[in-house]
């Protein structure tokens, strides 16, 4: 089944070229004046956006749901099951911390999984699984506003309902829903469990339970934009909470409460540092450390969703004890979406069929993001290969199978004679509490996207005609 609707646009770009590229200049000059940026500099995006159909949509939003509850099975037998642990190999440190279980039983609260996605058949492979760190989203609402003001939405808007996502105010109710159910599930007092304000008669009158004061923490410097935590701490101050962007390392436990290196004390934390950067700077983070261990703030998400993060989940998938407690209907969406996976020890980089075809596979740290330290064959002469095996072998990085992404034309209008281009396609599906949220579309003209290289972001639509 074809997903995507490319052809139709195309031709009405064509049909009036010289107006799409004043148009598309136009919308660039609108991003260059707003917030998304990567280090300081506006994203590039194609003119064309990612169009879903309506049945297109549908098939990507039930597979990916079916994804989430499959790691969510998987995070909880690592939980429960000590043998099944001992297959991630992490440090006693780590799972420690892992094991912290918490409070709600949402223990995937938010995530990105990326995919390739062949946009004619509809089948896919995993590319990577991202947890709290999941980003973008405000990229996603800019290209979203500036696509309204142009000719294509337009044109488009004459055949079509055109269906856009919200990423901001819809993660806020998932969190605040995830922190009442663990608030709720602690032993509290009364007064604790319910605010309570005089009537109009002078009677106690119970309201709604009060809401949290929220701290968005991550190592500042590292993060996403400063736009995309303010939009963030904006959307939690409309549904009625006080909240923060806060630096992780500033962050101080004073009597029983964390607190802001502004001073603010915080119920809840949304995480969107990682929980490799937590562990290098675990003595700059200390507070934060013991009051999460302390129960003292409800952390969402905990650091179970390292279980998830870790790209030796990719072999795990495979493993006959997750075949064990998986359904036969999860065990065919594994084999059929999960590319294969293997630890990059001395023995797997010296086979024969590793060395000699190197264009069928890719190496990769197992625990990093943004794309640093991969190497995909194809990218490498035969010497580089052989070098990077041998000097990663044994270092904690994973051997995989490489996917080749689908592509398609685009344009982009901001660089010189405008012209097509071929580029290759990933496709970022947000889930926040088990549910699909939005898509984060990218492309490159080389086999990599990534943003430290010739990445394109694409605005994402659902179309249904009118």
Known sequence: MKMTIDAEPRELVLRDFDAHTASGRAQIEEMRQGTATYKGVPIKFGYLPKYFSEEGFAKLKSDLEQAWRILVRVIGEYLDKPDYRALFGFSPELEEMILHRPDYSTLLPVCRLDIFLNEETGQFKFCEFNADGSSAMNENAELYRTYRNTLLYREMDKRYDQA???LFDSWVRTFLRIYAEGRDTKEQSAEGQNTREQNADG??????????AVAIVDFLEKGSSAAEFTAFREAFERAGCRAYVAEIRDM?????RLVTGEGYAVDAVYRRAVTSDILAHKEEVGPFLQAVRDRSVCLIGDFCTQVVHDKVLFRILHDPRTAAFLSAEDNAFVAAH??????LTRETADREDVRR?????????????????????????EKEWNEQLDLRADTDYILQEFVTPYRTDNIYFGAGEPRWQSFSNMTGVYLYGGRVAGIYSRA???????VEGDEH??????LKKR
């Open 164 to 166: 856009m996502f919200e």
């Open 203 to 212: 009677q106690n009158a119970v309201v709604r339970d009060a809401l949290p």
């Open 252 to 256: 101080r436990y004073e009597n029983g």
């Open 338 to 343: 999960v590319p294969f996976t293997a630890m």
């Open 357 to 381: 075809d190197k264009d069928k596979w890719i190496i990769k740290p197992r625990d990093s993001y943004g794309a640093h330290g991969i190497y995909p064959g194809r990218l490498c002469s």
């Open 444 to 450: 490159s003209v080389t086999p990599i996207i990534s």
């Open 457 to 462: 972001e694409m605005t994402t639509i659902v």
